[in-house]
């Protein structure tokens, strides 16, 4: 039976950053996948084609609606769907080689198979065809990660009934696609068809679009997609469905109780994620989850088994691929006797609508839920060359700091290129920044970045430059 320093079990970028980790620690590692292909949910049925068809559908909603205004006149335009899933495809299929390579590379052993405990250091890993091997580890690492959420009256059919994993691989451009969520992955799969021209209508039960983050970035990107066409029944719960032939129907009541009911030909569930960890044999080794399948860690992503260890969605919170890899790097840093530390409240949380929205620290709510007195500067993305440039003016930028100190608190925005902008306020804030700091730093003209500085100096003491 080969022997390892350390297993780790799932090959998301939880799992495959910590076998990295490991590997350059002098470790012997082992990683085990169910399915062929490396990368987890994040690279096949994840961020990557997500990405790769938002890139795709947003250069045609370009070429469709703005080129124009740019002075560029196309005729014949037409979307080639076939083509834009084949380059989704073959983008996926170079990353995940990547990450076969990156195995390779580092010496790690790649075991494709379901893993489970037999006890607290042997794994078996039974393979497709029925066959099995034993492999003996002194620590493990579980990053078996999720799966798509349902609720109990719709099940998946996959055909019109679809999760994201279906959504992300339609061979048609639906005429109406029903969204039930409006979070991150609603939206971002429902921007996709929008711009390829579905009528798209979006049901969420909160108040608000991207409920978990600050109000302000609901109320502006709500705005910017109902421009965009889509539709929304906010305050809505859906309470039953039906599939017949080829059209979905959903029973609906608002918080009025009033009946409402919509039909499309597809509707996608994109209703959260639930942890995955069927099959692991977690009876077998104690190790427990809590009432919503979470398998429970401490500070250190130790279980309740001494060498057996937990990361990424499986474990909750942020369920967003690089929290899973900065546990990936954390956890293999503390089995090698470091002492790593992962600020959670400095987590960005973005979302790849266009405009995009991004944000990190605290939002107004939970300042305020907490009690601390904090000033709010403002930048709108219509003030910045740039933007007129580009033509993308919609959005904004929110910065809050706090009242005495002037140390940035959060930072919240929407606007282009917001997910690449929010790292300058994931760097301030790591070295405990004021709005000051950001707001006398140079920042080159013209960018977006601008907007950061100059909402940065309305929190400071209200005098933004440009506006
Ligand atoms: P996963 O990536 O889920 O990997 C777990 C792996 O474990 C899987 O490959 C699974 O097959 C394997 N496995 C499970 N059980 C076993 C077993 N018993 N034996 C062997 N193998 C097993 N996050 C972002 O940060 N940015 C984004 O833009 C983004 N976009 C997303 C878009 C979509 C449509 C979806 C669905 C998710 C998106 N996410 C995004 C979330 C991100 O994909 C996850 O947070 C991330 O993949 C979690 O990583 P993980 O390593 O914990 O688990």
């Given at each position: 039976m080969n022997t390892y320093d350390v297993s780790v079990i799932g090959s998301g970028p939880g799992g495959y950053i910590a076998a990295i980790r490991c590997a350059q620690l002098g470790k012997k590692v082992a990683i085990v996948e169910?399915?062929?292909?490396?990368?987890g949910t994040c690279l096949n049925v994840g961020c990557i084609p997500s990405k790769a068809l938002l890139d795709s559908s947003e250069h045609y909603y370009n070429a469709e609606k703005n080129c124009k205004t740019h002075g560029i006149e196309l005729t014949g335009l037409r979307c080639n769907f076939k083509s834009m899933r084949k380059r989704k495809d073959k983008l996926v299929s170079q990353t995940t080689d990547g990450v076969r390579y990156l195995m390779d590379k580092n010496g790690i052993d790649v075991y494709t198979g379901w893993g489970s405990f037999r006890d607290a250091t042997q794994l078996q890993i039974k393979k497709e065809g029925g066959d099995s091997v034993e492999i003996q580890s002194a620590k493990t690492i579980i990053a078996t990660g999720s799966k798509p959420g349902t609720l109990p009256f719709l099940p998946l059919?996959?055909?019109?009934?679809?999760?994201s994993t279906e959504a992300l691989d339609l061979k048609e451009i639906p005429e109406h696609l029903l969204v039930i969520g409006g979070g991150a992955i609603g939206l971002e799969l429902g921007s996709v068809y929008r711009r390829l021209g579905s009528q798209v209508t979006v049901i969420e039960y909160?108040?608000?679009?991207?409920?978990?983050?600050?109000a302000a970035l609901s109320k502006e990107l709500m705005k910017c997609l109902k421009k965009r066409g889509f539709a929304f029944e906010l305050s809505?719960?859906?309470?039953g469905a039906t599939v017949q032939d080829d059209k979905v129907s959903l029973e609906a009541k608002d918080k009025k109780g009033k009946s409402l009911s919509f039909t499309a030909d597809y509707c996608l569930l994109a209703v959260g994620r639930k942890p995955y960890t069927e099959g692991l044999g977690l009876e077998r080794v104690g190790v427990q989850t809590d009432d919503r399948g979470f398998i429970g860690v401490d500070e250190h992503w130790?279980?309740?088994?001494?060498?057996i260890y937990a990361i990424g969605?499986?474990?909750?919170?942020?369920?967003?691929a690089h929290k899973a890899e900065e546990e990936g790097v954390a956890v293999a840093e503390h089995i090698d006797g470091q002492k790593p530390h992962i600020d959670?409240?400095?987590?960005p949380h973005v979302v790849y609508t266009w405009p995009e929205v991004a944000a990190v620290g605290q939002t107004e709510s939970q300042l305020e839920e907490a009690g601390i007195a904090y000033k709010s500067g403002e930048f709108p993305m219509r003030a910045l060359g740039r933007a007129r440039a580009s033509g993308d003016v919609d959005g904004a930028i929110k910065v809050l700091a706090d009242e005495?100190?002037?140390?940035?608190?959060g930072v919240h925005m929407v606007g282009a290129r917001a997910a690449d902008l929010i790292v300058e306020a994931v760097v301030a804030m790591e070295f405990r920044a004021s709005a000051e700091d950001i707001g006398r730093i140079c920042h080159p003209h013209?960018?977006?970045?601008e907007a950061v500085k100059e909402a940065a100096l309305d929190a400071f003491n209200g005098r933004p430059l440009n506006r």
């Open positions: 169910r399915y062929p292909t490396l990368g059919d996959k055909k019109r009934v679809i999760s909160a108040d608000r679009i991207i409920p978990t983050m600050d809505t719960q859906v309470t130790q279980t309740q088994r001494e060498n969605d499986v474990t909750g919170g942020a369920m967003l959670y409240n400095l987590i005495k100190t002037d140390e940035v608190l013209p960018t977006y970045s």
